[in-house]
């Protein structure tokens, strides 16, 4: 409709997946080389999660386009399917009509193909999209298809794609093998402001502008306002703006036709829209909470405590920004630094992709389950965690004050003689824990007083 006003080749903010007009920002690069990596390593397994419309599809989209021809391809993105319908589905994709197969059978044909396929000098690689759909019942099948191996080698290559659920699932204690068997994982963030101008820039190029100044950096500044970074969101707006634009047959886009764009789409802005949905309350970065909350973050800056972040079932990000739902202002701490998730019987951090990293314990880590205790390490910012689960989490700073020796001489008493029998001497790394949480109820006293 607006094409020929605008002098482009085609609409440059089409929601579907194109190939051409994936942008490369650093984080999808660096998504796309690790889906590459299943190519040339015996055993690649590459788990990427993003969030809703954070590019994924047409991620996978450009890496399909670009494969070698001795690749032989299975792309699965119908997920809602029992163990035996996932069987059938994949066969499907290499050919076969396996619909009245038991699953002894499946299993046979599958290693089969996968056997001559391997010695013709072919390799095997499976895409599933939307996995986080996929039952713990069928991500089991997954694990036991990526052990089949002929002379040390894997048959199948394997990339999982789905929401920030997919992490939740494979950190789950019923898929523990499963996640030993993943090589690498990477998670899709939004884009920054800078990217999202450079992001509407390339597609209007690749869709014939040529370098002209179409939307102008004002008008990309609202863009981002509106959108958060999240490509899907900057597609949708930017095509409502053109379309504004059209009818009032103004070929520059400015900050009010991309208002009156918001406006059309009864949008209101990024931060406030997170807000209505209960993930973000302040700009200090405290979050609603719809359910009881299973634990709680003590939040230290340079071993002062700051304030309390209490954790429901679900996902919860710590980073730099006011989209967060734990906002830490420092330069050490990335956009989107790490995610804590939570359900009704473990709470597992998980870094994503931060510049200086997650700490647990002196340990930099990738994922880890907390223990009530646990002190995360980000930057000058410590998080001591709670668990609301278990008795150990109802430690307050009242229970704490100079005559705590006197307060607890009578519990002494009681337990005089079982300490005879067995004294124990604490270990470097319960003093450590002590002096940690110590720290952090100093902290709270402060704050009380």
């Known amino acids: 409709m607006y094409c020929e006003l605008f002098q482009l080749t085609e609409p440059p903010f089409r929601l579907t997946p194109d190939p051409q007009f994936l942008f490369p920002s650093k984080q999808h690069a660096r998504a796309k080389a690790y889906m590459e990596s299943t190519i040339w390593l015996a055993d690649g397994f590459v788990v990427i999660t993003g969030d809703i419309g954070s590019g994924k599809t047409t991620l996978i989209e450009s890496f399909l386009a670009g494969l070698p021809e001795d690749i032989v391809l299975a792309q699965i993105s119908q997920t809602q399917l029992t163990p035996v319908e996932f069987l059938q589905t994949l066969l499907v994709e290499f050919g076969f009509t396996p619909f009245r197969k038991r699953k002894v059978e499946l299993l046979a044909m599958l290693k089969d193909f996968m056997v001559a396929h391997y010695a013709a000098g072919k390799k095997i690689l499976l895409v599933i999209d939307e996995a986080q759909n996929l039952s713990h019942k069928v991500l089991e099948e997954v ?203 473990q709470s597992v951090v998980e870094d994503l992709n931060s510049t200086n990293g997650v700490f647990v314990r002196g340990q930099r880590i990738k994922h880890h389950v907390l223990a009530d205790g646990d002190i995360i390490q980000l930057g000058e910012h410590k998080l001591l965690y709670r668990d609301a689960r278990s008795a150990q989490h109802l430690l307050v700073a009242d229970d704490f004050d100079e005559d705590e020796d006197s307060n607890n001489a009578e519990d002494d008493e009681e337990n005089d003689s079982s300490d005879e029998e067995s004294p124990e001497e604490e270990s470097p790394e319960e003093k450590a824990l002590e002096s940690a949480e110590g720290e952090a109820l100093e902290g709270q006293r402060k704050r009380v007083d």
């Open 143 to 345: 694990r036991l298809l990526s052990g089949l191996e002929a002379q040390k080698e894997k048959l199948l290559r394997i990339i999982l794609a789905g929401q920030p659920e997919l992490s939740y699932k494979l950190d789950s204690p019923m898929l523990q093998q499963l996640t030993q068997r993943v090589r690498l994982r990477f998670h899709l963030g939004a884009l920054s402001k800078r990217e999202t101008h450079d992001y509407i820039t390339h597609r209007l190029n690749v869709a014939g502008a040529n370098g002209r100044t179409i939307f102008e950096d004002s008008a990309c500044d609202i863009v981002f306002r509106y959108s958060g970074g999240v490509p899907r969101l900057i597609n949708v707006i930017c095509d409502t703006a053109l379309l504004c634009a059209f009818a009032e047959e103004r070929t520059v886009i400015d900050e009010q036709l991309v208002k009156a764009a918001a406006e059309e789409l009864q949008w209101v802005e990024y931060s406030e829209r997170v807000q209505q949905q209960g993930r973000y309350r302040e700009s200090t970065g405290q979050f609603a909470t719809a359910s009881q909350p299973v634990a709680r973050l003590e939040v230290l800056l340079r071993d002062q405590f700051v304030s309390e972040f209490p954790l429901v079932s679900g996902r919860a990000v710590i980073g730099r920004t006011p989209d967060n739902d734990v906002q830490l202002r420092s330069r050490f701490i990335s956009r989107h630094h790490a995610q804590v998730v939570s359900d009704g019987m």
